[in-house]
């Protein structure tokens, strides 16, 4: 498979990939992270040192200043380890309707993350935790020992602030990537189990679970070939590609911002190295959102996202 299998699937269904609306900002804030996963797309790690700087945070907030995003979604590496996210929590939180975080869980046990899950109660955060098993043993094959544990005692201490709690208005979602080369089980199906055993075993709860095929870049596609797994990957998403996807893509309703403050049309995307438009325009010399129906750049990655039920 190389760079244009995608375009030619699109060109054999009478389709094309264009920009529609954008509503959502997504800023990914570097690459430093507590973990190694093997799925990570962008390869990030403990010896990572790429990091949003100040002026970087400050154009990104001054951006969401001069648009109206009806979402921003703070990513990584792990947000939880920049020393500037209290400042891009407190400065774009009263800037959107809904300002999500993402985070690993294990970043917020660190004690330099220590006032983070308090802060964001306080502002009304969103938080997009990933969770990649119902179980120790799948999760910790992913990320590492202790991180199941670590993991679970936090979520505990989210549902205390009220997060996942039902009526509390404090979102808690969890996402699950699978922990090998294969596609994601039934999202309704695996989030109806994360519920049953999380809450049987565990006493913890969370809002809604959101299931995604791993994306063949970074860390996860050099994985693959290590395995001798990257053919038979790209084959299993490329016969999965389901053109009913496409209407709700993320890359059509998102820019999506790189540490150094230059934009892309989603993270994966940014992790490939395809500009939006091709250019490299940076976010403060972002004078107008992209226009709808503009062609968005192409990859074999993009198949991960058009698999199934696709990547929303």
Same mark, same amino acid.
């Given at each position: 498979m190389?760079p ?8 054999r269904?009478g389709l ?14 570097g690459r ?11 390869e ?10 100040h002026?970087?945070v400050e154009a990104v907030?001054a951006?969401?200043g001069r648009?109206?995003f009806a979402a921003?979604?703070?990513?990584g ?9 209290? $400042?891009?929590v =407190? ?19 660190r004690?330099?993350s220590g006032a983070?899950?308090?802060l964001?109660?306080?502002h ?17 094959a ?9 993991s679970i ?7 205390g ?6 009526? =509390? ?19 309704g199906e ?9 809450? $049987?075993?565990?006493a913890?709860s969370?809002?809604?679970l959101?299931t995604f095929?791993?994306?063949p870049l970074?860390?996860f ?14 084959? $299993?998403?490329?016969? =999965? ?10 890359c059509? =309703?998102l ?11 989603c993270?994966f ?6 500009h939006? +438009? ?6 403060a ?7 709808? +129906? ?10 991960a996202c ?6 929303t």
């Amino acid at each position: 498979m190389n760079p244009s299998r995608f375009s030619d699937t699109l060109r054999r269904h009478g389709l094309e990939l264009t920009r529609g609306a954008t509503s959502t900002l997504q800023i990914n804030i570097g690459r430093t992270c507590d973990l190694a996963c093997r799925h990570c797309h962008l390869e990030a790690g403990p010896d990572r040192v790429e990091a949003m700087g100040h002026e970087t945070v400050e154009a990104v907030i001054a951006c969401a200043g001069r648009f109206s995003f009806a979402a921003i979604d703070i990513t990584g590496g792990a947000p939880e380890l920049l020393p500037r996210l209290p $400042r891009l929590v =407190s400065g774009l939180a009263v800037l959107t309707p809904k300002l999500i975080v993402r985070t690993n869980l294990a970043a917020l046990t660190r004690p330099e993350s220590g006032a983070l899950p308090e802060l964001c109660r306080d502002h009304g955060v969103a938080l997009t935790a990933s969770l990649p098993a119902a179980n120790a043993a799948q999760t910790e094959a992913q990320r590492g020992g202790g991180v199941w544990e670590t993991s679970i005692a936090m979520i505990r201490r989210l549902n205390g602030l009220g997060y996942g709690v039902a009526g =509390s208005g404090l979102e808690l979602d969890l996402v699950s990537n699978p922990t090998g080369a294969f596609l994601p089980a039934p999202q309704g199906e695996t989030e109806q189990r994360f519920h049953l055993e999380l809450e $049987r075993r565990y006493a913890i709860s969370f809002n809604h679970l959101y299931t995604f095929a791993n994306a063949p870049l970074g860390r996860f596609r050099a994985w693959l070939e290590r395995s001798g797994n990257l053919d038979a990957y790209l084959s $299993r998403l490329e016969g =999965s590609f389901n053109p009913c996807t496409l209407p709700g893509l993320m890359c059509r =309703s998102l820019i999506s911002v790189n540490w150094d403050g230059f934009i892309y049309d989603c993270d994966f995307n940014l992790a490939a190295g395809l500009h939006h +438009g091709e250019q490299r325009i940076h976010i403060a010399q972002l004078s107008e959102l992209p226009a709808a +129906g503009t062609p968005i750049p192409v990859g074999d990655h993009c198949f991960a996202c058009t698999a199934g039920s696709g990547f929303t």
